[in-house]
């Protein structure tokens, strides 16, 4: 189905303290065929401590402020669904430059993209229909831009798999998910030789979330944390409302 979806996060991590919102909108084109995406954060505040600023080498000792985040677009194509094997979507996503703050170290104003192939199946519980284990997966490719001289572009491999616990009209959802990056904890020099920075390419997160639907809205609490590369620990809040399909139907 069409749906809106708006939500806010707020980031845990020492000396660095973040506020977002954003927007998710999901477009079917053809219904069970093609669908396209749009997401990204809005507006965003920040504020980091003088030493993480330091050691982040922003251009200002105190970095506070706010800041507009990357806008990504992508298109979902159906490869399987409703048959005996898991159902299997390809998506081809594109982020764009669109983020600002680089000097405080927030967005990266540089450009990426990614493939993944996801696939899914449902576990009936009992004999609900409302009721049903669906695990899920995703594979895929991640490139992205970036400013070091030396190093122009970086690769990834993108992983992740999870459960959801649909009962009745809840969701109890648990995943992991992340991305290997090609170049690993390497040290790039950015503006000291003496001084190289740690980059960090290899971040795993898990998470969990639970959400509630009635009629056409559903809202979702989730919890988020790092297992490798990630430093921070979020919480978000988010409320989804569908929309009847505005193209034609696949039959």
Not at 41 to 49: P, Q
Not at 84 to 104: E, H, N, Q, V, W
Not at 167 to 188: E, H, T
Request: aromatic letters at 14%; glycine letters at 8%.
């Amino acid at each position: 189905q069409t749906s809106f979806r708006l939500y806010s996060d707020v980031w845990f991590s020492s000396g660095d303290h973040t506020r977002d919102v954003g927007v998710h909108l999901y477009l079917p084109v053809v219904s069970k065929v093609i669908a396209l995406e749009v997401w990204g954060v809005g507006w965003e505040s920040y504020a980091m401590t003088s030493a993480l600023a330091a050691k982040r080498r922003v251009r200002h000792e105190q970095a506070s402020g706010s800041a507009s985040g990357d806008a990504y677009f992508a298109t979902v194509v159906s490869l399987l669904r409703d048959r005996k094997f898991p159902d299997l979507a390809l998506r081809i996503a594109l982020r764009t430059a669109s983020g600002g703050k680089l000097c405080d170290a927030r967005y990266t104003d540089a450009p990426g993209y990614f493939f993944d192939l996801s696939a899914g199946k449902n576990i009936p519980i009992g004999h609900k229909n409302e009721n049903y284990l669906r695990g899920f997966a995703m594979f895929g490719f991640y490139v992205w831009q970036m400013n070091p001289a030396l190093y122009r572009q970086d690769d990834a491999v993108l992983f992740g798999s999870g459960v959801d616990i649909h009962l009745d009209k809840s969701i109890l959802s648990m995943s992991m998910a992340g991305y290997w990056g090609y170049l690993g904890n390497s040290k790039l020099i950015i503006i000291n030789p003496l001084q190289p920075i740690p980059y960090y390419d290899r971040p795993v997160v898990w998470r969990m979330s639970y959400a509630h639907k009635w009629k056409k809205w559903k809202m979702t609490l989730r919890l988020q944390g790092g297992i490798n590369d990630f430093m921070y620990t979020s919480v978000q809040c988010s409320m989804s409302y569908s929309l009847p399909n505005l193209f034609r139907t696949h039959n």
